[in-house]
Structure formats: structure tokens, C-alpha cells
């Protein structure tokens, strides 16, 4: 994989290029939606929630910012992963190359724009006071995690979704769900007498993700390692699973586009 991936690292470099540029290639504003869209968000969770829950997490909007943006990375790439086949049904009909180029693209654009969006983060934390620290430095560590899990997510259901094209309606309601079972708009400890569910919560590998962007970020603290490392490992197991999915169904795409 890797091999056939450097032989065609300039269609990668397009790509990538292409999904950077494309994506906003049409409306008035461009590429300033990518802080528009999470700015959005954090506004209307920040009216309602802390009503709707009683959030008393101090600092709240910037807790909301710092578990906004980096959910919007790993949902927009694994909705563009599962969905990237699909879409370039025609150039795989035609032209041989890497098929898994397409979702590394995916996830590797939005990586980028994650880390551009980083810097509503930081004026957040600048603007309400939390102030910045040296621990920023874990970021690009934990972006990586959570890239390698888009990745083996976007891998298999994107291959899936060649054949099953009901996929994508589906990882949309997962997805859904899975936002409101990651600490973003509520604090973890609001569901400490949950019982099962507060079990479910703790096991989601975002919520380990989450948390320790907001070490970095607003507690200004070295994030978890053993919790990371054990996240690290699992987003492994699923990129292994998730490439493995790929392989086996890869052979027939252009049948089934």
C-alpha cells in the first residue's frame, strides 16, 4: 500500500488539493465558511445548552469550540470517505490508480482544515482569557489518532457503500447518535449515575479524542497518555479491518458504480 501510494503521491497532492480548493470552489465567501460553519454551531449550543443541561462547565463556550471542531474533522471524514467512491465512479471506471488514494485524500484535506480551523481555538482561548500554553505541542499527536480511526472508518464503509448504497444514509444517523455519546455539548460528569450509558460514553474513542484536546487546549494540561496510546492502538486495529474491507471489495467497483 504504501509502495503504490509514493508511486502516485502527485494524483494524491492533486487531490488532495482539489478537495481543499473545491470545497467551497463555488459559494461567495470560500474557504471562510470553514470558520463560519463551527462558529455557528458553537453560537446556537451556546444558547441553548447550558439551559437545556444546566451546564455550569466554566469557560463553557470554549469547551463547546474545542469539542466542535475537532468532531467536525472526523465527521466530515468519514461522511466524504464513505461517500468518495461513489462520487468518483467515473475516473475509477476508466483510469487505474491506488483506489484507497481517494479516502486518504479525504481524510488528509481535512486534516489540513482542521488545523487551519485551530485557529478559531486558540482566538477563543485567547479572547476568553484562558490564555495559550506551551502543552499545543500534543495537538498534531492527537489529530493524528484521530485521522488514522476517519481513515480506517472511511476505508471500509466507502467500499461498502460501493455495493450497499444505503451506507451513507445510515453512518449519517450513526454519526448523529455518536455526537450526543461524545462529551461535546455536555460535561462527562452530568452522567456519572448513568449506569450503562455512562459506560458506553467513556468507551467512545472520541471521548478519550475530545478530552484531550481540551487538556492541551483550556486546562493547559498534558493530555492522558495511556488513554491516547490505547485509542492509538484501537484506530490501528480499525485501519487494519478497514484496509483488509477495502482490498477484499476494491476488485469490484467498477461493476457495481
Known amino acids: 500500500m504504501f509502495k503504490s501510494i ?5 494524483l494524491l497532492k492533486t487531490n488532495v488539493k482539489k478537495d481543499i480548493r473545491g470545497k467551497y470552489k463555488a459559494s461567495v465567501l470560500g474557504v471562510l465558511w470553514s470558520f463560519i460553519n463551527p462558529l455557528l454551531q458553537v453560537a446556537v449550543y451556546a444558547i441553548v445548552f447550558p439551559y ?27 461522511i466524504q470517505g464513505t461517500t468518495t467512491i461513489k462520487g468518483n465512479a467515473g475516473i475509477i471506471k ?15 484535506s481535512g486534516l489540513i482544515n482542521f488545523f487551519i480551523s ?14 495559550i500554553s506551551w502543552h499545543i505541542i500534543f495537538v498534531p499527536f492527537i489529530a493524528l489518532i484521530e485521522a488514522v480511526l476517519a481513515l480506517g472508518l472511511g476505508l471500509a464503509l466507502g467500499a461498502i457503500n460501493a455495493y450497499v448504497q ?8 450513526l454519526l448523529t447518535m455518536a455526537f450526543y455519546g461524545s462529551p461535546i455539548v455536555y460535561q462527562l460528569s452530568q452522567f456519572s449515575n448513568a449506569g450503562l450509558l455512562a459506560k458506553i460514553i467513556n468507551l467512545n474513542p472520541m471521548t478519550k479524542i475530545i478530552n484531550a484536546y481540551r487538556e492541551v487546549f483550556l486546562y493547559h494540561h498534558v493530555p492522558g497518555i495511556l488513554g491516547l496510546f490505547i485509542v492509538f492502538l484501537f484506530a490501528l486495529v480499525v485501519l487494519v479491518i478497514g484496509y483488509a474491507i477495502f482490498r477484499k471489495l476494491e476488485k469490484g467497483f467498477a461493476e457495481e458504480l
Open 6 to 10: 509514493y508511486q502516485y503521491r502527485e
Open 52 to 78: 437545556i443541561l444546566g451546564a455550569s462547565q466554566q469557560n463553557y463556550i470554549v469547551y463547546l469550540v474545542t469539542g466542535i471542531i475537532p468532531w467536525t474533522f472526523f465527521q466530515m471524514a468519514v
Open 94 to 108: 476508466k483510469v487505474y490508480f491506488p483506489r484507497e488514494i481517494l479516502p486518504l485524500s479525504v481524510v488528509l
Open 118 to 131: 485551530c485557529i478559531i481555538i486558540l482566538g477563543f482561548c485567547i479572547f476568553f482569557g484562558v490564555g
Open 166 to 173: 444505503d451506507t451513507e444514509y445510515i453512518v449519517n444517523f
